[in-house]
């Protein structure tokens, strides 16, 4: 049986001097046994991993979405969040850089609103990961940009 255990590291964006933007922890889409037929691994903002197609979890790492949370901002302050779009962010295998695997599907636990009467916020991102088939077996990663814009 073929295992991937793969993990994405985060880069955060667009805050300014007076606020704390912290990627407290990253997305992992577990480990899972790719096959012949393609397949996705699905890790949501909150919930369990799902997967669809020739992709197979494995219980030994079930993934996690990532987490941040937004310090220092104004009481109630308003904010939105941009995710990746689509065709952007992708994995490669460690010490094979051209075997990739696309990460679409970027989801958060929020969009919009108002920070806390502390100014804080907390938030989780999923996505999809698209396993192709026959993926080669390794540790994969990423990085991928989540952008909160505060009013």
Known sequence: MAVIALLSTVACA???WAQTFTATQALAFGTFA???VAGT???PPVGLRGKSGGAYPIAVNLGS???FSVSGGGANQPYSITLPSNGVVSLSLVGSPGTTMAVNGFSSSTSSGQLSGTGALAFTVGATLSVGSNQAMGNYTGNFEVTINLQ
């Open 34 to 36: 790719p096959s012949a």
């Open 65 to 67: 979405a990532a987490s």
């Open 14 to 16: 667009s805050v300014s």
């Open 41 to 43: 691994i699905v890790i």
